[in-house]
């Protein structure tokens, strides 16, 4: 698109400009579904066409809209239509975001026809989950392994460079996959491979064009931009759609429900290291050590918690897997305050010594684990009544589980708060307990 400002036109004249471009995007859709002799089988739709229109007036008018639209009037056509014709014109990012893989492949073939149907040639980038790939770097290690089961065929993926899992024709037993998908791990900060995984992710936070993903991804990236941290998407986004936006009450509580068990966490506190040149590591040495005591002692003091719990109960609460975290326990409190302190201690000399450039270059590519982890601890610490806390235990697996309260402001907040104009659409935004789509978020 043309920056026509360069033109030295005044804001009116720039917005008269928009006007014409979003009509004459506009005729284009009323003709699209209105002149259906050339695709036998499309049937005109009641009530489609204007959730297209309406959705590009909303686009027009810089606002957000939210879409309630009954099965069957075909809402993926009705937005899609009008996005691809805008982005075609404005070549501005477009994310749009739905809750199933099942959903983004259906979606993928719709956008493929439409693009064939409406002459526009944008890139959809199909962004999956990090075990949808493999990782180049953990099937060579596997294969250095001599007794490793089907050498041959990962070696010929590896020379194909065939690395998602949708493309995958070879079936491959899920234990061996667990060995060589891409995981979040150390490796991947010293690893200099060129995988689809990496490339997709470099990608999609450059993009001008569409990017179709799950809400859970998407809410990921909203969480650590609202972090004020780098997000997973293009920070230019102008439009964000979220299909099937009945579910995304429940996504946004499961992505910002988080489970921490020790060995995880000291895991993270050994990564964290690897943050720094070996030369300044003496100096993190005692802070690593610190975090990694109070880690040690806060769990121990939450399998004792657990125990008590069993003992002291009526019930039989032997196989029970969720146990109060009680926060009128001084002892509990004061312990994970100690244990985020210590890792927010740990997290800023990290990041002091990186001002001064001695924290090692590294490669990595994805969240910087340890630092969010301490920084959304700390928060939790700080506002302990908008959590909710409590344990979980998994055989001999202790978990400490925090999941903020207010989802639907969160959801407001990410969804509605940030500078993308945002569409929700849905067969049941609405019900009578849940109250009006206002009353929901505004
Ligand atoms: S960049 Fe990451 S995902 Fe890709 S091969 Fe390396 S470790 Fe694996």
């Not at 259906?36 to 606002?63: C, H, S, V, Y």
């Not at 897997?321 to 100690?338: G, N, T, V």
């Not at 959801?411 to 849905?426: D, K, M, N």
Request: glycine share 4%.
């Amino acid at each position: 698109m043309l920056d026509y400002s360069i033109f030295g036109l005044s804001n009116e004249e720039l917005n008269k400009i928009r006007a014409s471009r979003i009509y004459s995007i506009s005729e284009r859709v009323s003709t699209f579904f209105w002149n259906t002799d050339d695709r036998p089988g499309f049937e005109e739709r009641e009530g489609q066409q204007d959730m297209a229109l309406e959705i590009l007036d909303a686009l027009k008018r810089n606002q957000h809209i939210l879409v309630e639209a009954g099965v069957g009037i075909g809402k993926s056509y009705a937005y899609l239509v009008p996005l691809l014709l805008y982005n075609q014109a404005y070549r501005k990012p477009i994310v749009i975001a739905t809750s199933t893989i099942a959903l983004q492949e259906q979606l993928m073939g719709d956008i493929d026809y439409l693009k064939r149907q409406l002459r526009v040639s944008q890139n959809v980038i199909f962004v999956k989950g990090q075990t949808n790939y493999l990782c180049v770097k953990r099937t060579e290690e596997y294969l250095n392994n001599k007794n490793a089961d089907m050498a041959e065929e990962l070696s010929e993926l590896l020379s194909k460079k065939c690395q998602d899992r949708a493309d995958i024709k070879v079936s491959i037993p899920p234990h061996i996959w667990d060995q060589i998908c891409v995981r979040y791990g150390r490796g991947r900060r010293t690893c200099h491979h060129r995988c689809q995984y990496r490339d997709t992710r470099v990608l999609i936070r450059y993009t001008s064009e569409i990017v179709l993903c799950n809400q859970d991804f998407l809410t990921v990236h909203l969480l650590k931009e609202d972090r004020l941290n780098e997000g997973l998407l293009n920070p230019g986004t102008e439009v964000i759609v979220v299909d099937e936006a009945h579910n995304l009450e429940n996504k946004v509580r499961s992505v910002t429900t988080e489970r921490i068990n020790q060995s995880s966490l000291e895991k993270m506190i050994e990564e964290a290291l690897y943050d720094v040149g070996s030369d300044a590591r003496p100096q993190v040495e005692s802070y690593v050590q610190a975090a990694a005591k109070a880690t040690s002692n806060f769990f121990q003091y939450l399998r004792g918690q657990v125990q008590r719990q069993i003992t002291e109960s009526p019930q039989n609460m032997k196989y029970a897997d969720r146990f109060f975290f009680k926060k009128e326990d001084p002892k509990a409190i004061s312990l994970l305050k100690q244990m985020t302190g210590t890792a927010k201690d740990l997290s800023e000399e990290i990041q002091l010594l990186a001002l001064f450039g001695v924290r090692s270059s590294s490669t990595t590519i994805g969240p910087d684990g340890f630092h969010e982890w301490a920084d959304r601890l700390t928060d939790v610490v700080e506002t302990l009544d908008d959590y909710l806390l409590w344990i979980e235990k998994r055989g001999n697996l202790i978990e400490f589980v925090h999941c903020p309260r207010n989802t639907k402001e969160i959801i407001s907040r990410l969804y509605f708060g940030g500078s993308a104009r945002t569409i929700l659409t849905s067969a049941t935004l609405t019900n009578s307990s849940t109250g009006s789509l206002q009353e929901q978020y505004s």
